[in-house]
């Protein structure tokens, strides 16, 4: 009896680890502070995704990602999977890829719940000391 209850509080740590990260969360630009987008954050087939549902700055909603390459280009930011295929690693998720649809470039990332409402997003070249974290804030 004490086995299964230790393996049945083990599966549900992984559930609740997982849904965490999941959800809407609201991305701040980095030199103005101004809210950019909605990203959601969902799982599919064990691996964590990220879209973009909602575009909060005023004249971008129809923004393409102009300087994309190959499947993404000219494709409407609206819609559009930025982040992709991570996995979770304990507290982390990683090994993954995002996208900035601004530069249209698509570097590794990792991302981890720093606090409940407050997501630590970052985006690195080669290793994760040469990148630039965002801070996300889980939206209402």
Not at 22 to 44: A, C, L, M, Q
Not at 89 to 94: F, I
Not at 122 to 131: H, K, N, P, T, V
Request: proline content about 1%.
């Amino acid at each position: 009896m004490k086995k299964l209850f230790i393996i049945t509080a083990l599966l549900c740590s992984v559930v609740v680890s997982s849904q965490e990260v999941t959800g809407k969360w609201k991305t701040i630009d980095d030199n103005t502070g101004e809210e950019k987008s909605i990203v959601e954050i969902y799982e599919e087939n064990g691996r964590v995704y990220g879209k973009v549902v909602e575009i909060l700055v005023d004249g971008r909603q129809n923004a393409t990602c102009r300087n994309c390459e190959g499947e993404d280009e000219d494709k409407p930011i609206l819609g559009l999977t930025i982040i992709r295929g991570l996995e979770e690693d304990g507290d982390e998720y990683n090994s993954g890829k995002i996208l900035d649809p601004e530069s249209g470039k698509l570097y590794k990332c990792y991302i981890e719940l720093e606090e409940e409402d407050k997501l630590k997003v970052r985006g690195y070249i080669g290793f994760s000391l040469l990148g630039r974290t965002q801070y996300w804030f889980r939206a209402e």
